[in-house]
Nanobody, 121 residues
């Protein structure tokens, strides 16, 4: 059984910073990619950032230069450092881990339950 748990959301003023954490636990053989999506009220879920096992990263244009994704492979944990936050960053942020539970199995995406980020004065 695999669990993915996010933490670090909250209320912050415009221009402020937050760091989200995402930890995968349980029967894990290998984690290929970790990433973050977000969903604002009335909008579709969108990719925010992703990091692969070799450290390659990809970001949505709307967060480039403000957000940084990283990971600690020893801890099965990913991080999303969010700086210069804007009201339009307000959303529920969901973490996922693309991983295998045993050698030779097909990777599967496991999702967290989401953490609320609200940017408001």
């Amino acid at each position: 059984q695999v669990q993915v748990v996010e933490s670090g959301g909250g209320l912050v003023q415009p221009g402020g910073s937050l760091r989200l954490s995402c930890t995968a636990s349980g029967s894990i053989f290998s984690i290929y990619a970790m990433g973050w999506y977000r969903q604002a009220p009335g909008k579709q879920r969108e990719l925010v950032a992703v990091i692969t096992s070799d450290g390659s990263t990809n970001y949505a244009d709307s967060v480039k230069g403000r957000f940084t994704i990283s990971r600690d492979n020893a801890k099965n944990t990913g991080y999303l450092q969010m700086n210069s936050l804007k009201p339009e960053d307000t959303a529920v942020y969901y973490c996922y881990a693309d991983l295998t539970v045993a050698r030779g199995t097909i990777p599967y995406d496991y999702w967290g339950q989401g953490t609320q980020v609200t940017v408001s004065s």
